[in-house]
T-cell receptor
Framework: SQQGEEDPQALSIQEGENATMNCSYK?????LQWYRQNSGRGLVHLIL?????REKHSGRLRVTLDTSKKSSSLLITASRAADTASYFC?????????????FGAGTRLFVKA | NAGVTQTPKFRVLKTGQSMTLLCAQD?????MYWYRQDPGMGLRLIHY???????AKGEVPDGYNVSRLKKQNFLLGLESAAPSQTSVYFC????????????FGPGTRLTVT
């Protein structure tokens, strides 16, 4: 089963509104990353938050991490039509024999102009 | 600086045919990955490599083989294609694991009939 699960699966908002996406995971992690994927393209890294961090900012992005609840959220403020994309969380965790990076199924964001 | 490139971009195979997907990166990254992306399931790791000459199994390795003869190249082979391998395949690379972003190629859309 997927380690990271995004919620909601799809989100439609007006330009200028804020968009919040959530990611839940099951086991302890080292890091959590958020990626964006435009239709038909590869994933692009947005932001990384380490397990000992609670919040990070990058431009209009704000990411929070609550390790006690095993959840993270991505907030995009003042959304633009160009933010229309799918957003994925990815968790990094060590396991016996190596490591695992597991991607969630993604949230599809549609920003209406 | 091209980043991560993949060839081909599209391919249609008949059941039982074989093919090789090529991934190349020019960032001198040690780690390289092959993922498949299916609707509603996010990305799943097929195989990965932690350096030239090394390969390891990911989450869904069955039916695939890989080779990393040169640091900049990571090949994914399908020896006998099956319809269940119809998917979009992404290659990625990173400097290391655990706190380092992955850089993705544009993807290869494979259809097996």
């Amino acid at each position: 089963s997927q380690q990271g699960e995004e919620d909601p699966q799809a989100l439609s908002i007006q330009e200028g509104e804020n968009a919040t996406m959530n990611c839940s995971y099951k086991t302890s992690i080292n890091n959590l990353q958020w990626y964006r994927q435009n239709s038909g393209r590869g994933l692009v890294h947005l932001i990384l938050i380490r397990s000992n961090e609670r919040e990070k900012h990058s431009g209009r992005l704000r990411v929070t991490l609550d390790t006690s609840k095993k959840s993270s959220s991505l907030l995009i403020t003042a959304s633009r039509a160009a933010d229309t994309a799918s957003y994925f969380c990815a968790t990094d965790a060590r396991n016996t024999g190596g490591f695992k990076t597991i991607f969630g199924a993604g949230t599809r964001l549609f920003v209406k102009a | 600086n091209a980043g991560v490139t993949q060839t081909p971009k599209f391919r249609v195979l008949k059941t039982g045919q074989s093919m090789t997907l090529l991934c190349a990166q020019d960032m001198n990254h040690e780690y390289m990955y092959w993922y498949r992306q299916d609707p509603g399931m996010g990305l799943r790791l097929i195989h990965y490599s932690v350096g030239e000459g090394t390969t390891a199994k990911g989450e869904v390795p069955d039916g695939y083989n890989v080779s990393r003869l040169k640091k900049q190249n990571f090949l994914l082979g399908l020896e006998s294609a099956a319809p269940s391998q119809t998917s979009v395949y992404f290659c990625a690379s990173s400097y290391a694991w655990g706190g380092y972003e992955q850089y993705f190629g544009p993807g290869t859309r494979l259809t097996v009939t």
